[in-house]
């Protein structure tokens, strides 16, 4: 079981969380319109400050994970930000834990043909 020193913050220092979220847009969809960012959450996970923002993008409402959190979207704005975040960390972890199997898997391939020139 994984444990992480998390919680919850009220009283975040500012930054600014519309630049960050337009940051974040234009790497994926820079043409997309993005309205009514607000802070929904904000956490101290070991001295990092992880961000729920909820913005409009593009029409729809979505959460979005900044500042230092592992950049993501989530359309779950049915949950309360806190659970959304806690589901997006727990898909981050799962993409790891699933890249280094393929890497792994890749690398026993490759000795495996290799082994078969020798």
Known sequence: MLVMQGAQRHDAPPYDFTADARAMVNRVAPESSLEDVSVAATFDVEGQLHAVLRVRLAGNIIYLFARDAPPGFSRRT??????????????????????????KQSIDDHRKSLEGLA
């Open 78 to 103: 049915d949950l309360p930000p806190h659970v959304a975040y806690r589901l997006h960390l727990g898909i981050v972890l799962r993409q790891e834990v699933m890249m280094q199997d393929l890497v």
